[in-house]
Nanobody, 117 residues
Framework: QVQLVESGGGLVQPGGSLRLSCAAS????????MGWYRQAPGKEREVVAR????????NYADSVKGRFTISRDNAKNTVVLQMNSLKPEDTAVYYC??????????WGQGTQVTVSS
């Protein structure tokens, strides 16, 4: 069975950093593009960052460019979202997804990120 398990969320002050990790299992990880989405209170889910199956290309929402970095390790079946210079508007539940160009077909359970002083 496909499993995507996020970790690393928490409470951080504005300007701080968090590293989210997604552990994938139950499928051939290296064949799939992966992504991170988020859903803020009262808002729709939005794509934050995407990475191709090989890790050769990445794509970011304008709101996070220069602050967030997506990466993957196909030997470890993990995808990481490094978040720096966090802002209160980054507060959301963050989801790891299988598939990112086109509609994802699997989602993790989500991990809460709260940016507040």
């Amino acid at each position: 069975q496909v499993q995507l398990v996020e970790s690393g969320g928490g409470l951080v002050q504005p300007g701080g950093s968090l590293r989210l990790s997604c552990a994938a299992s139950g499928f051939t990880f290296s064949r799939y593009h992966m992504g991170w989405y988020r859903q803020a209170p009262g808002k729709e889910r939005e794509v934050v960052a995407r990475i191709t199956s090989t890790g050769g290309m990445t794509n970011y929402a304008d709101s996070v460019k220069g602050r967030f970095t997506i990466s993957r390790d196909n030997a470890k079946n993990t995808v990481v979202l490094q978040m720096n210079s966090l802002k209160p508007e980054d507060t959301a539940v963050y989801y790891c997804t299988r598939g990112a160009w086109g509609l994802p077909d699997y989602w993790g359970q989500g991990t809460q990120v709260t940016v507040s002083s």
